[in-house]
């Protein structure tokens, strides 16, 4: 554990050579609660994000169980080390645009340097898996958008492309939703929830509409006229 914080501490100080004296992991942990719900520090257990495990080293966009990289990530050519994750969590946008993170970044750096410090050592091969609880939200979570939706049911008859769903297919754990605009979304299976709005307002049939649900992006809801519509659009295809 001595060899590991020395480590950390010589490579954050390359960057941030006054975080590097005070850089603490245990507070890292803490901050990693509000990355649980998304990231597991398991090998190959994906969730809305990929598994972090073993993430030092690893090029971006390249674990092969998880599905649901955005192109602009997979062909960033980035692998990921202390500089690097240092800017994914300042801005992911500004360092991969057009990436599907649904988060905003931290921008005090003495939380980005506590968080890289646990990961490190929590990621590495072998590592005992830390317990984080998928609660605390605290500060972290200021800068990963506000709730979505809500307020008064929006009229679905007449739906612009980008929210009438044309297509959805199902493949292992991921849905991909092709909607009227040309454009594909994929979502873990756990993320996408499927409902049904005969009323006035609802859409018309054979017109489902896909609309975002949740605190963070990363959730939507598709809405058909009826229940038997359903099945006959998700089409079990990889």
């Known amino acids: 554990m001595k060899r ?3 480590t950390v501490l010589l490579s954050i100080a390359l960057f941030s050579p006054a975080l590097a004296q005070h850089v603490d992991a245990t507070r890292g942990q803490r901050d990693f609660r509000a990355c649980a719900p998304c ?10 994000g990929p598994s972090l495990a073993n993430l030092w080293g690893r090029k971006a966009g390249s674990l092969p169980s998880f599905e649901r990289y955005s192109d602009a990530l997979k062909s960033s050519g980035i692998i990921w080390d202390d500089r690097s994750l ?17 988060f905003a970044g931290i921008k005090d750096a003495a939380v980005r340097a506590d968080l890289l410090a646990f990961l490190k050592d929590a990621s590495k091969p072998g590592a005992t898996q830390q317990t984080a609880q998928q609660g605390g939200m605290g500060g972290m979570m200021g800068g990963m958008g506000g709730m979505m939706g809500g307020g008064q049911d929006q009229n679905l008859k007449k739906l ?3 929210i009438q769903v044309k297509a959805i297919t199902y493949c ?11 454009r594909s979304r994929a979502f873990w299976e756990r993320n996408l929830r499927f409902k049904t709005d005969s009323s006035k307002d609802g859409p018309e049939k054979g017109a489902p509409a896909i609309l975002p649900a949740g605190m963070m992006g990363d959730r939507a809801s598709v809405i058909f006229a009826a229940p038997e519509e359903i099945t006959r659009i998700i089409v079990a295809r990889c």
């Open 39 to 48: 990231h597991s520090l398991e090998p190959d257990r994906n969730m809305t």
């Open 86 to 102: 240092d800017g994914w969590l300042t801005e992911p946008q500004r360092m991969v645009p057009e990436n599907e993170m649904p």
């Open 4 to 6: 590991f914080g020395l």
């Open 172 to 182: 292992h754990d991921t849905y991909r939703v092709t909607t009227g605009d040309g």
């Open 160 to 162: 612009e492309p980008g």
